[in-house]
């Protein structure tokens, strides 16, 4: 059942377009592995073997940990309306810092030069390996719209706020890895 491709065949892109979740998942050699649920409204295709999504602020910071310490990501979809289908993207991720004219040059070509409040970095991934699976036993269900507490919360802690909270939950891992949220470009 599953099918393996060196990159995001057509149909592939417009499975991914008609998303409205994904998750990562990361490692280091050693310590817990990291699964992050998120929404595809930051998520871009940038070609056949590129992806890139913009990196809203969360209660740690476990995917930028992971790829500085090791670089494995994982991106996964799942069809959860319509036909069944599970899409992993496999490679090398490495993020994107706010300070940076690759963040800079990503933001202005892919968002429109807009980033909401509260982003934090950019992951970009590398795609090695594209593989589909069936999808049977994912179970159905029905999109309600999108949640109004991320951008609630950022509005509410403000510029300073998310700076001071990104320095005291953001800049190591639940596992003490160094998250590089502050480094310089």
């Known amino acids: 059942m599953a099918k393996q491709f060196q990159k995001i065949e057509p149909h592939l892109h417009r499975f991914i377009a008609a998303q409205r979740m994904f998750f990562t998942a990361s490692a280091a050699e050693t310590g817990r592995v990291n699964v992050s649920p998120r929404g595809t409204d930051m998520f871009r295709v940038i070609d056949d073997t590129h992806v890139l999504y913009l990196d809203r602020t969360g209660s740690s910071n476990e995917t930028a940990a992971h790829l500085m310490a090791d670089g494995r990501l994982t991106i996964?979809?799942?069809?959860?309306d319509g036909p069944p289908l599970i899409l992993r993207l496999y490679g090398r991720g490495r993020v994107l810092h706010r300070n940076s004219a690759a963040y800079a040059e990503r933001l202005a070509t892919l968002f429109d030069n807009k980033a909401p409040l509260g982003a934090r970095q950019m992951v970009e991934l590398d795609i090695d390996l594209v593989q589909s699976s069936c999808g049977?036993?994912?179970p159905l269900f029905t999109y309600e719209g999108e949640r109004p507490q991320m951008n609630a919360w950022a509005t509410a802690k403000g510029e300073d706020g998310i700076d001071a909270y990104w320095r005291e939950k953001n800049q190591r891992s639940?596992?003490?890895?160094p998250t590089g949220l502050f480094d310089e470009a």
Do not use: N, S
């Open 76 to 80: 996964m979809f799942c069809a959860v």
């Open 136 to 138: 049977y036993g994912v």
């Open 174 to 177: 639940m596992d003490g890895l």
